[in-house]
């Protein structure tokens, strides 16, 4: 169950890129073209969202609550590809809380 729900992440997320770098229109570049070094925007997005993921847990909301305007207010990256991380990182809690909660009794997979 869990290499399934492992390849079904792996798919969406390859499929998603795909669709995101597909044709259609002009081109959208995803990361800033300042100068800077290769390395930089990624680490400080990494330090961003790691210090956003404590403050999430610690506050109980969900990750894309804070990741998507924190992100998009604060960093040169193009809105739709935060929204899309956005939707990724709440992807991410939801299958990350849900064994536990099941377990737990605390959610149900009846409809």
Excluded: C, N
């Excluded at 680490?43 to 609550?65: E, K, N, Q, R, S």
């Excluded at 590809?81 to 064994?99: E, K, S, T």
Aim: proline share 5%.
């Amino acid at each position: 169950m869990k290499s399934g729900l492992l390849l079904l992440a792996i798919l969406l997320l390859f499929s998603g890129t795909a669709y995101a770098s597909g044709g259609g229109g002009e081109a959208v570049s995803g990361m800033p073209q300042d100068g800077s070094p290769w390395w930089y925007w990624p680490v400080i997005l990494f330090v961003a969202t790691f210090i956003m993921g404590i403050i999430a847990v610690l506050g109980g909301v969900g990750g894309g609550v804070l990741f998507v305007p924190i992100i998009s207010g604060f960093f040169p990256f193009h809105l739709d590809f935060v929204r899309g991380a956005g939707l990724l990182v709440a992807l991410a809690g939801a299958l990350a809380a849900g064994p536990g909660l099941l377990r737990s009794g605390l959610a149900s997979l009846r409809l």
